[in-house]
């Protein structure tokens, strides 16, 4: 892989998580509402899945979504502004936290109800085989999603029309506040995939090259008309569910034992000793992650709020 | 003009708007090799292939989910629910999916889709299968509901819905697909959001649609020996509802009935009389009547379910008490 490559890819990690840490200031100022849900440690995760992918495959994931934001393209100003509601947001200031997308970029959202955007991934999967594309719909979500009925229906469908959509669970070892094996009767989630003869793997989400590597395999396997893949990474989220999470669920020494396994950290190391990357590049890096947040910030403080007569547009096409 | 029946109509307009257009196709139960329940898409399967009548897995999310998603890509699906009862286990994605991606997401998204669904009772499929749950859906911004009651009105509301980039659910009713009307030669479209006179008449409004459109009918026949004469107003789409019609007529007739086969409570006959007291309330010479089914689950027994369900006879003697 180009070097520009993985300085782009450690760039998007940085990126989300201060990003994530600045919204999390900006929520506690009051300034973002409703929920948020921050990506803070899982940043690996889409990003080394989303390197692999080409501009004509699809990106859908649920609600915890700043991180495929990112990972897509779409510049922290915007992402920014639709955090704060404003019109200048990818979304208009409509969707908030839990609803960016950018069709432009091939992004489908951010979807808030567990596991219903998985019928609808396959959906895209299907328009993309109908029309002769090969484009390929990667679809993520978490653990708790694969116990609800639209999991097994959209999987099970996937399988049986051949879809080429890349199935991946974030396993990042609670459903909310409950730990994957108290909800779920297999805590070894992929193999829930061979219930629908898909094959699948297991993969650590916190190592950004690891995720990456099998992305890449995976991909051109479900582009060369294999049907689906189940991914499922491992990984961990520092934060809470979402803010205001009293994590009365686990314990702090877990916390600090997964941090040891920092994603950035990880990968900080693997550039710097293994691919002769100077530190000072990389904290150009970012240093220049930290003045484009800062520029984005004002970008989305400054923004205008939409206008009363968005109330009434975008509910028809006709 | 040719004469034919509801199913014929509807069969027509799938099959037209499949030759004029690629990106059109069905998905659903039993659509395909056993040609739908309702044999609505008979020789379909034969004829456009297996990759544009889709059978599906029992498994209505993922029926209306593969829907949007493919309708997100360009496409046109037309899914059906084999009834309107179980699109309550895909209410999510038709409700809080289809009906509000394009707004959440600040109007990138376009959802080209039509959901075919018939419901209704009178067949004796018990309290799960024989349900009018139309102002449930109706109740949802985002969200076109569209339910013909002739076979005029079903293949050219068919066809707009099925060219409209909009999520519509096109409830249909069951015990109407063999009923007959006229329907015009060739290629027609009716406007989607356009209620209208399907019978003149000066001395009472009766407000309509679907099976209740042939109810009321009926009442009126028996009505007119008596000298009186109903203007019925079908609504054929109850959202986006167009109100003129029926208060232009009110205006007129200054006495309505409202007609309708789902539960009374919060229904459809609920929201017509709300809007007529609120824009017309001076010209209210009775108070505003409505029928509706008896607020029970549907019961098996013929005999039970028939006066459960609203009659010709009621639609006549609500007539004549806001006279």
Redesign the interface.
């Known amino acids: 892989m180009e070097k520009s490559k993985y300085l782009e890819m450690y760039r998007q990690m940085v990126m989300i998580r201060r990003l994530e840490e600045e919204a999390a200031q900006l929520y506690q100022q009051g300034k973002i509402g409703g929920f948020l849900h921050l990506y803070i440690g899982q940043e690996a995760v889409s990003t080394g899945l989303i390197a692999a992918r080409k501009p004509q495959d699809r990106v859908i994931t649920a609600y915890r979504d700043h991180g495929v934001a990112i990972n897509v393209g779409i510049p922290a100003r915007q992402v920014m502004a639709e955090l704060l509601g404003k019109a200048t ?7 908030g936290s839990m ?1 960016m ?3 432009t970029k091939n992004f ?4 808030a ?1 567990v596991g ?1 955007h ?11 085989q ?2 002769g594309n090969d484009g390929v719909t990667l679809c993520m979500f978490g653990d708790g999603a694969t116990n609800i ?2 999991f097994h ?2 999987v ?2 996937s399988k ?2 051949n879809l080429p959509v890349i199935w991946v669970c974030e396993n990042n070892q609670y459903g909310m506040g409950t730990a994957v094996e108290r909800a779920s009767a297999v805590s070894e989630i992929r193999r829930k995939a061979d219930g629908y003869n898909i094959p699948n793997e297991k993969v650590n989400g916190m190592d950004v090259m690891e995720v990456h590597q099998a992305a890449e395999r995976v991909f051109e396997w479900v582009r060369s008309g294999n049907g689906p893949y189940f991914m499922e990474i491992i990984t961990y989220r520092y934060r809470g569910h979402s803010m205001g999470d009293p994590e009365r669920y686990r314990q702090q020494e877990e916390v600090r034992c997964w941090e040891k396994e920092d994603p950035i950290g990880i990968f900080r190391d693997y550039l710097m000793f293994k691919q002769s990357v100077a530190e000072a590049e990389l904290a150009e890096l970012e240093r220049s992650v930290a003045a484009e947040l800062k520029e984005a910030i004002e970008f989305a403080e400054s923004s205008p709020e939409p206008p009363p007569q968005a109330l009434f ?6 | 003009m040719a004469r034919i029946t509801m199913r014929e109509a509807i069969s027509q307009a799938l099959w037209e708007e499949m030759e004029r257009d690629e990106r059109v196709f069905i998905l659903g139960e039993e659509v395909g090799v056993w040609g739908g329940t309702y044999a609505v898409t008979k020789g379909f399967y034969d004829h456009f292939g297996e990759k544009r009548v889709r059978d599906t897995p029992i498994a209505e999310s993922a029926i209306i989910g593969a829907a949007i998603g493919a309708a997100l890509t360009g496409l046109r699906p037309v899914a059906e629910m084999m009834t309107i009862n179980f699109a309550f286990t895909a209410f999510d994605h038709i409700v809080n999916e289809a009906a509000k991606l394009r707004y959440m997401f600040g109007g990138q998204f376009t959802l080209p889709m039509v959901i075919r669904a018939p419901g209704g009772g009178g067949r004796q499929l018990g309290a799960t299968h024989s349900q009018t749950p139309d102002a449930v859906f109706a109740h949802f911004p985002g969200l076109k509901v569209v339910s013909p009651g002739t076979p005029e009105d079903a293949k050219g509301l068919l066809k707009a819905s099925i060219r409209s980039d909009d999520p519509i659910l096109f409830i249909e009713h069951a015990t109407l697909y063999q009923v007959r009307g006229e329907v015009p030669e060739g290629d027609y479209v009716t406007p989607i959001g356009k209620s209208k006179v399907q019978r003149p008449g000066k001395h009472v409004t009766v407000v309509t649609y679907s099976k209740m459109l042939d109810v009321s009918f009926k009442a009126a026949d028996l009505l007119a020996q008596e000298g009186i004469e109903v203007e019925i107003v079908d609504l054929r789409t109850l959202r986006p509802l167009d109100m003129e019609p029926v208060l232009e007529s009110f205006k007129k007739t200054n006495r309505a009935v409202i007609v309708e086969e789902g539960w009374r409570s919060y229904g459809v006959g609920a929201e017509i009389a709300a809007r007529i007291y609120e824009e017309a309330f001076d010209y209210a010479d009775a108070p505003i009547k409505r029928v509706a089914q008896a607020e029970v689950p549907l019961p098996y027994n013929r005999t039970l379910e028939q006066m459960a369900l609203p009659q010709v006879i009621d639609v006549v003697n609500a007539v004549k008490e806001v006279l």
């Open positions: 947001g990818m979304s208009k200031g409509k969707g609803h997308a950018d069709v489908w959202g951010g979807h109800v219903a998985l019928p609808i991934a396959a959906g895209l999967a299907l328009g993309d109908y029309q009925g639209f229906e959209a099970n469908l049986v029309w547009e975008h509910i028809y096409a006709d």
